[in-house]
């Protein structure tokens, strides 16, 4: 059963940047595509990014396309959110999954954007 560690996050100001990591345990992480989602009080899930098997395709919400980049290192079994120009609307908790997601969400990690 897949495990997912979401961490990074914490309080940056309007224009920061954070990186989040997500290290999956109990799967061969190389052959899922792997997917960030956040969620807001009060709020549906959504699907932030996604990432391809081997790295080279990803995908964007329109919301955040241009100021976040995805990435994965398979040897570390590790995906990576960088984000950046962080907006307050960005504030919610941030989670990965693999791709279609597991029923294993793991603890998320919360960003806040705020002055």
């Known amino acids: 059963q897949v495990q997912l560690v979401e961490s990074g996050g914490g309080l940056v100001q309007p224009g920061g940047s954070l990186r989040l990591s997500c290290a999956a345990s109990g799967i061969i992480f190389s052959i899922y595509a792997m997917d960030w989602y956040r969620q807001a009080p009060g709020k549906q899930r959504e699907l932030v990014a996604s990432?391809?098997?081997?790295?080279?395709?990803?995908n964007y919400a329109d919301s955040v396309k241009g100021r976040f980049t995805i990435s994965r290192d398979n040897h570390k079994k590790t995906v990576y959110l960088q984000m950046n120009n962080l907006k307050p609307d960005d504030t919610a908790a941030y989670y990965c999954n693999v791709a279609p997601p597991s029923s294993s969400w793991g603890q998320g990690t919360q960003v806040t954007v705020s002055s």
């Open positions: 990432i391809s098997r081997g790295g080279s395709t990803t």
